[in-house]
T-cell receptor, first 115, second 116 residues
Framework: AQKVTQAQTEISVVEKEDVTLDCVYETRDTTYYLFWYKQPPSGELVFLIRRNSFDEQNEISGRYSWNFQKSTSSFNFTITASQVVDSAVYFC????????????FGKGTKLTVNP | DVKVTQSSRYLVKRTGEKVFLECVQD?????MFWYRQDPGLGLRLIYF???????EKGDIPEGYSVSREKKERFSLILESASTNQTSMYLC???????????????FGPGTRLTVT
């Protein structure tokens, strides 16, 4: 069975701090995909990144970066120099990519960035 | 831009009522999904559909049914609403593994349903 664990339920930081959100996954598939979504207070999930299991290259997009390590089954997300607008619930998700793209979500991490 | 719309942002229904939640996407996506989101539980898949009139159960289908008569519309039905179905319901669509697909699921704004 597939499983995604986000051990941090809530994180609170002060603006400009760096923060890392942890994601650990379990799957028996050799081909799979990992995702991060952001859910701001408005409620709509916003896609941030998708990574397939064959691509362990780290990714950087502005203040956001992702560290994928198959050896530890982790796909961690770091926000550098956090801002108040980063306050949201962040979800890590996993799919086997078998065609239907059924996503298994973690329980989410609520990030609060205080001014 | 892909647009996924849901018929209501907020809905209040009474126990035992039949409830319809509607979802429409405008990008001709083949796949559509219904999730519910509860605090501390994340998003859980209720049902999904990979084609018109096709449906498959997700992880928590009990108490729900779905209908997909047209490609752009996917309805979630609560045959007899109960208080434990009070939740946020999120619809999503996905284009499949077609060329140029970004592979992300596109989510609607959600419907917060309260059953009293």
């Amino acid at each position: 069975a597939q499983k995604v664990t986000q051990a941090q339920t809530e994180i609170s930081v002060v603006e400009k701090e760096d923060v890392t959100l942890d994601c650990v996954y379990e799957t028996r598939d050799t081909t799979y995909y990992l995702f991060w979504y952001k859910q701001p207070p408005s409620g709509e999930l916003v896609f941030l990144i998708r990574r397939n299991s064959f691509d362990e290259q780290n990714e950087i997009s502005g203040r956001y970066s992702w560290n994928f390590q198959k050896s530890t089954s982790s796909f961690n997300f770091t926000i550098t120099a956090s801002q108040v607008v980063d306050s949201a619930v962040y979800f890590c998700a996993l799919s086997s990519g078998g065609g239907s793209e059924k996503l298994v979500f973690g329980k989410g991490t609520k990030l609060t960035v205080n001014p | 831009d892909v647009k996924v719309t849901q018929s209501s942002r907020y809905l209040v229904k009474r126990t035992g009522e039949k409830v319809f939640l509607e979802c429409v996407q405008d990008m001709d996506h083949e796949n559509m999904f219904w999730y519910r989101q509860d605090p501390g539980l994340g998003l859980r898949l209720i049902y999904f559909s990979y084609d018109v009139k096709m449906k498959e159960k997700g992880d928590i289908p009990e108490g729900y049914s779905v209908s997909r008569e047209k490609k752009e519309r996917f309805s979630l039905i609560l045959e007899s609403a109960s208080t434990n179905q009070t939740s946020m319901y999120l619809c999503a669509s996905w284009p499949g593994t077609a060329m140029n697909s970004s592979y992300e699921q596109y989510f609607g704004p959600g419907t917060r349903l309260t059953v009293t």
